[in-house]
């Protein structure tokens, strides 16, 4: 074997690695060997057919890519202390010669440890961090850590700020879906602000009513929110309205609906908040408005 170095580029070395026919031959008869039973040569039992009849028919170079695959490991590390690389990466190489005079020959590129020259460091002085951490960062610290470790569970509390909301929303303006506005299974932080203004708080204190699948939010005007319960068809409903003094405010909580299995267990219920300033007007006209504004 014969190591020789062809040329170094920054950190990338080219060198040309020979290996004298005898020792690729040996490592043909190997591959040879290791790969005979794959080939079926008329005349021959599996396996049985000699390497000159085999490489006869499938040409004289049958055998040479499993013995470079052999051999070229077991000579690599001399190769590599005769020129004294220290290599960080994995060789690419390329056959140069096949030939019974000269072996083979293959040219190596790879890459290796840079060089450089260490400066002066002795004597360097440092100047000392001190760091005072108070007993505020470190809790900051700790709830970050454990904000970061959390996961989310299900439950059947009433939402609060901080609180995780899975909700599928659909916005509209003037009856119309806007663009961007539609998503499902969204993950909504009570409190982050993400929303526009006044949507999070008008879930704060809101449950999720099995059964009652839909909330819709509709936007009044720029910062004025209304929700309403949709899909309750599944559900009876009991409408409780509360005894009204005139006149009713914008806002003001006018009743409730409370919803029903089929067997009568209550499983939720939703105020009824007016949307207008109301001075008297009849109870049937009081209904109409209710569920018609």
Do not use: C, W
């Not at 490991?73 to 220290?86: G, H, M, R, T, W």
Request: charged share 30%; aromatic share 8%; glycine share 8%.
């Amino acid at each position: 074997m014969k190591a020789e170095l062809i040329k170094k580029e920054g950190n990338v070395v080219n060198f040309k690695l020979t290996i004298d026919n005898d020792k690729f031959e040996a490592a043909i008869n190997k591959a040879y060997n290791k790969n005979k039973g794959r080939f079926n040569i008329a005349g021959f039992r599996k396996g049985k057919a000699p390497r000159r009849i085999i490489e006869n028919n499938y040409g004289k170079g049958v055998f040479y890519e499993e013995a470079i695959d052999i051999v070229f490991p077991e000579v690599y590390p001399s190769a590599l202390d005769e020129l004294q690389l220290a290599p960080i990466d994995r060789p690419s190489i390329d056959v140069e010669e096949i030939s019974k005079d000269n072996g083979l020959v293959l040219v190596v590129e790879v890459e290796v440890q840079p060089e450089f020259e260490l400066g002066q460091y002795k004597g360097i002085e440092v100047a000392k961090v001190d760091y005072n951490v108070t007993d505020e960062e470190v809790d900051a610290k700790l709830n970050e850590l454990q904000e970061r470790a959390s996961r989310l569970v299900d439950s059947d509390k009433e939402i609060e700020n901080g609180d995780t909301a899975n909700i599928d929303f659909e916005g509209f303006k003037d009856g119309v879906a806007f663009e961007g506005g539609k998503a499902e299974g969204h993950n909504l932080v009570i409190g982050s602000g993400s929303f526009i203004p006044g949507f999070e708080d008008q879930l704060i204190g809101k449950k999720y009513i099995k059964g009652l699948e839909e909330l819709e939010v509709t936007l009044k005007s720029e910062d004025e929110l209304y929700a309403t319960l949709k899909n309750t068809e599944n559900l009876k409903s009991q409408i409780t309205l509360k005894e009204l003094k005139y006149p009713v405010k914008k806002g003001d909580t006018i009743g409730v609906i409370k919803y029903f299995t089929e067997t009568g267990q209550v499983i939720g219920s939703v105020d009824i908040i007016s949307a207008n300033d109301v001075d008297n007007i009849s109870f049937i006209t009081k209904i109409k408005m209710i569920f018609t504004d």
